[in-house]
């Protein structure tokens, strides 16, 4: 507060943080009142700065916390699309530029292309693992959800976990997990969200690889007839092996953090980690909805925090509007299955607040807040 | 359901600035939130079209994002995000007016009225005049004097950066900004003696 003894002209004051805390909102820390009675000269400048600040003030903007928090949620959602738009034109470029190389590179393909098919064929016969495999292995009666159409289909485990299940994939579980493992067979793509138990790991086995967790949220992208398995993590903590009844297996363990992710290609049986998602343009072209949306509530209100959910898992949630129109919750919701979300949710909210899941439709009751 | 206490704002903007470029999602979101209002409220004094200004904003945030790689470390956060909203409100222009062939930065005009400070209650009746006289005649101020001002004591930027957003050199820039207040004082002296003279009349 030395350098106020310095102070000529009214800009000096002007652009003082602590002056401008004394004048605007009584806020007087470095006692500028009395600093100000030290001098007349001194005064009369004070003085011609106040007036200037209190002549001017700024419209303020009414944003309230949950438009910066909605502001922000659409912000992601642009940037999602310009890194789509973004690869999509890099991949089409390349294909323009490889297109002068082509004449050149096809006498030499069809002989690569020899070896290749005849490579690839003898590998199949022992190498590739199919859901079907997979399935007939197990010998503990599992329950099969298929998705047929076209939008993704929310399930729920017997432990609370949940799996969005793309189009055209199969989930296989048993109704209750019994035992000291937690096991599902999975062919397609599914987004896993799984509820915590260190004392039962889940394993999710798809094609050759299995994944192990403890509790996180992760995609797999296992379609049988495609070349490579992809895994995804989100948040948590991942550890990929191939399975053992893939004849070529090792033991190689893989371990993935949040926002890695693992290439398995099937004919080379490699793994291929993938630390920057961001620069992979198919990684970035295949994000879901949830792993877009955050999960992480600053008092924005309970409707536009199930507005959220709703956007996420696509279900659809009925609840009183009336009586939570005034409620706001302040919460992280984004390591949490989808019961788990929505248990946090009720128990927030209070008063006799709880809900009723079926299928895609989910019926909150409650009361008000408190 | 644990309610956490954000200790967001210990975290100065730089540091979140070089977490972002890494890739931290976080960072950025805590960025977002502390600036996007003064942001909106910035824009909306270079346009009058509040929800494109929300969307150019957030076009600001999603560019930051997505080419954080090419982007500088050591930058005035704040000052790099102002300047790119307003480059951004300069092409909004250009696209909705094809027509028009001068559309630049220089071109989009500072349309903010300052107010008075409600809250002068306290206040005597003569200090209340004055700051009503005062604010009338900084609103008659050029644009760009308005906007130097603006942004010199309202968003805390140096001479240096407003010099850069305005595209002028630094004496251009410390010239808007001193001659705004020196025509200011110039009218005030001579209207301020003669509300005092009215004043002490009419007791």
Known sequence: MQKRN????????????????????????????EWTLESRQRAKLV???????????????????????????????????????????????????????????????IGLAASWYYNNYSKTENNIVTYKELIDKNSEGLVEQTNNSNKPQ????????????????????????????????????????ISKNPKKPFFVYANEIVTKVVGTSFRVKAYSDQPDVEILVRTGKVKVKSNELS???????????????????????????????????????SVGNIEQ????????????ILETIEQAYLVDIDYPKNKLSDCHLTTSLSDQPLTEKLKIVCKSIGGNTSFEMNGNQIIITSEGCN | MKTRILQANLVDDNTLWNDLILGD??????????HYSDLVSYGNSLSPFAEKVQDCVQDVFTDVWVYRSSLQSAVVVKAYLLSSVRKRIARLYERDHIFRKTASTDDIAFLLEFSVENDLLDDDYATKEKVTHLNKLLNELPARQKEALYLRYHQALSVEQIAEMLDVNYQSASNL???????????????????????????
């Open chain 1, 154 to 193: 929310i399930i729920t485990l017997s432990d609370g976990s949940s799996v969005l299940l793309q189009p055209d994939s199969k989930l296989s579980y048993p109704k209750i997990f019994t035992g000291n493992e937690r096991k599902v067979y999975l062919s397609g793509e599914g987004f896993f969200e």
């Open chain 2, 25 to 34: 999602e976080k960072s950025f979101s805590l960025l977002f939130e502390r």
């Open chain 1, 47 to 109: 003085e011609d700065a106040r007036l200037m600040l209190l002549a001017m003030k700024v419209p303020d903007t009414e944003l309230t916390k949950s438009d910066i928090h909605r502001a922000l949620q659409s912000t992601w959602l642009k940037i999602r699309e310009k890194e789509n738009k973004k690869t999509v034109q890099g991949l089409n470029l390349s294909v323009f530029r490889k297109r002068f190389l082509t004449a050149i590179a096809a006498t030499l393909v």
């Open chain 1, 6 to 33: 310095k102070y000529t002209e009214i800009e000096d004051f002007l652009s003082d943080e602590s002056f401008q805390s004394w004048i605007l909102t009584n806020v007087d820390q470095d006692g500028w009142e």
């Open chain 1, 247 to 285: 004849s070529k297996s090792n033991d190689e363990e893989i371990v993935l953090l949040p926002n890695q992710a693992l290439r398995f290609l099937r004919n080379d049986m490699k793994f291929n980690k993938i630390t920057n998602i961001t620069q992979d343009p198919v990684l970035v072209q």
């Open chain 2, 177 to 203: 900004l001193h001659r705004g207040l020196l025509t200011l004082r110039k009218e005030w002296k001579g209207a301020l003696s003669l509300i005092t003279l009215v004043f002490s009349s009419s007791l």
């Open chain 1, 293 to 304: 949306l955050s999960f992480e509530f600053n008092d924005i209100p309970v409707s536009q």
